[in-house]
């Protein structure tokens, strides 16, 4: 009798275990969800719509100010906004910029959709990269980053911040603008070297005279008085209301010239005049005259009733060209009533033979040309300075050319070896060049000195590693068995915007992870959940995509295998639980004498027990069935 009763308190409390295995199983796979959520930030929604745009035939120019309402649609996966509560312009990834005074940046939901107000925010490009791009970041109260993203802005102008055509004007334009104060603020020379700045405190030691010579570039700084723009026009910027075209004069726009106004005031604080500074950027001067030509038009007359007005300035650093005449009937031009020119001898190309390597020998061409139409340069000193990152291993590094005719080149090749711990970056040689030519004019030898710099990209070896798959021996069928993958980045560079994914007879391949970067001797590893199909051998693949310093995308594979089992094929509980009767825990005579019900360590210690029990029962089992299964085999 005492036996049976034994059975049944087993019995009873294998099931009880049970029951609370599986109910423990399952809060803690709820517990794993919550700590697993996915943040990827490609899983919204994106629109935005252009609640007040400044700009002539609905388009975006540089300067100008520009509101959007960005509304973001969460996906499945997508970042929790819940608690987002300001948004921050990013600079550095987009064209548009932190606002200034007036400008409103609100976060505010919209059901299940977060919308964004931003008002009153300034495009401003800057770089090709740029154009065309809204970036921000989304804060929560603590101010602690929720979300970055980059939103393409389809109404963007990516051309020249000016319009650069010249619009027809109206039939009777006002020509009532009465100032124009006009300065040469910087100016370039043909090969886009700067020599001169106005705000320079040692112009006269670091750049040439502030001379405007054939091909040269220049950037002006124009005060313009007008008044018969409306006070309105200081109060919103003016930037957007104001136009600038060059035409015909003795300059013209390139691709790389943009009209910017700056600085607007009322000075009479009556709304009946303004005064602004309008910059004028990479003009060419086309070596005729010195005459620039600008026609300044309203807001208004986009809509062709406004004002416009035209200008001429003169340009006292423009140095017209003069072609040598034939005085003589010779055939050849008469230099003799003007001084030449001073020749400058430039780098007019340079190789290295593609892709440099850290640790790497390569050979350097350099090829010197002499600008100069009509005077020849003779006993040329070459210069070569190397920076830290580079060196010279096959000559000195100077040089001697005895002669360099007009309008000539001459290369030099010399072996440069980029150190084992050059920095992947580009680094930069200076080259200088000491020669002398004649003036035949004064009849003298003259000196003179150039100095050129070129860049070197050196990249470091890729050495980034998988180095194992830390997968179980045995996996469960039915149940989520973990494995984990690692890797190394051995090289001296940093290696960008890792990404993982899994494949495999499994349940759930495609599994995808993003790692982000990972630094020059880091270490890092990435966990999968797989779900076996079915019993037997389980094999599949992780492979790892990332970028090199050069941008370029390249991917490691690694295979994993384990082999799976079922955990309740055959399991059967000694006695089965036939003879469990859950009315004998009522049977009294199961309990000492003088208790009424049992006490609940000794239940705790019995529940322990069972488990201890069942785990070595089914370990048992288990052992029994793969024994089995080896015999079967031999």
Request: with cysteine.
């Amino acid at each position: 009798m005492k036996t049976k009763v034994i059975k049944r308190v087993i019995a009873f409390a294998l099931a009880t275990l049970i029951i609370l295995g599986t109910l423990g199983y399952f809060f803690s796979m709820i517990a794993w969800a919550k700590e697993n959520v996915a943040t990827d930030i490609n899983n919204f929604g994106v629109t935005y719509e252009i609640t007040a745009d400044e700009g002539n035939d609905k388009k975006i120019n540089a300067n100008e100010k520009v509101s959007f309402k960005v509304t973001l649609e969460p996906k499945a996966g997508a970042v929790d906004l819940s608690d987002a509560s300001s948004v921050e312009i990013n600079h550095n990834d987009g064209g548009f910029v932190n606002p200034a005074t007036g400008s409103t940046l609100n976060v505010t939901k919209d059901n299940n959709n977060t919308v964004l107000a931003l008002t009153n925010i300034d495009y401003q490009p800057g770089s090709e990269a740029k154009k065309g791009k809204l970036a921000f970041k989304i804060k929560n109260s603590s101010g602690t980053d929720l979300l970055s993203m980059i939103v393409p802005i389809e109404e963007c102008n990516t051309g020249s911040g000016g319009d650069v055509d010249n619009p027809d004007p109206p039939s009777q334009p006002d020509p009532v603008q009465n100032t124009m104060d006009c300065t040469l603020w910087q100016a370039w020379d043909s090969r886009g070297n700067l020599i001169y700045d106005f705000n320079s405190d040692s112009q006269n030691d670091t750049l040439r005279a502030p001379t405007l010579t054939s091909g040269c570039t220049a950037t002006f700084r124009i005060r313009i008085s007008n008044p018969n723009a409306a006070a309105a026009d200081v109060g919103d910027g003016i930037n957007s209301y104001v136009n600038a075209v060059v035409s015909g004069g003795s300059f013209v726009p390139t691709e790389d010239s943009k009209y910017i106004v700056k600085n607007p005031t009322d000075p009479n604080g009556e709304g009946n005049g303004v005064v602004y500074e309008l910059e004028l950027t990479k003009l060419k001067y086309t070596g005729k005259g010195n005459i620039l030509n600008l026609t300044i038009k309203s807001k208004e007359a986009y809509a062709e009733k406004g004002y416009y007005s035209t200008h001429q300035a003169t340009i006292d650093a423009c140095v017209p060209y003069t072609p040598p005449v034939d005085n003589d009937d010779d055939g050849k031009p008469d230099y003799s009533d003007m001084q030449m020119a001073t020749p400058y001898v430039i780098v007019s190309n340079y190789s290295y033979g593609g892709t440099v390597t850290a640790g790497q020998t390569f050979p350097l061409s350099i090829t010197l040309y002499n600008t100069s139409r009509n005077i020849d340069v003779t006993n040329m000193m070459v210069t070569i300075t190397m920076p830290e990152a580079l060196m010279l291993t096959s000559s000195s590094n100077t040089f001697y050319i005895d002669h360099l005719d007009t309008e000539s080149s001459v290369s030099q090749t010399v072996q440069v070896t980029a150190k084992v711990n050059a920095a992947p970056q580009s680094h930069n040689i200076d080259i200088s060049m000491k020669y002398q030519y004649i003036d035949d004019h004064l009849v003298s030898r003259r000196d003179n000195s150039t100095q050129e710099t070129i860049s070197i990209p050196v990249v470091q070896i890729d050495r980034f590693q998988v180095t194992g798959v830390d997968a179980p021996a045995e996996a469960y069928l039915g149940e989520e068995n973990y494995l984990t993958v690692n890797f190394v980045n051995k090289g001296r560079s940093d290696v960008y915007n890792l990404s993982a994914e899994i494949s495999g007879d499994i349940q759930n391949p495609g599994q995808q992870q993003n790692l982000g970067n990972l630094t020059s001797g880091s270490t890092g590893s990435a966990e999968f959940t797989i779900l076996p199909n079915g019993e037997g051998v389980c094999n599949g693949e992780i492979k790892i995509i990332y970028e090199d310093t050069n941008m370029e995308e390249k991917t490691a594979t690694i295979l994993w295998s384990t082999t799976v089992v079922d955990p309740s094929a055959g399991m059967e509980f000694p006695g089965g639980m036939g003879d469990f009767d859950p009315g004998m825990m009522d049977d009294p005579s199961l309990m000492d004498e003088g208790e009424k019900k049992p006490s609940w360590p000794f239940i705790a210690g019995g529940v322990a027990v069972a488990a201890l029990v069942v785990g070595l029962l089914v370990r048992r089992h288990i052992l029994k069935k793969r024994s089995e299964e080896e015999d079967a085999n031999l």
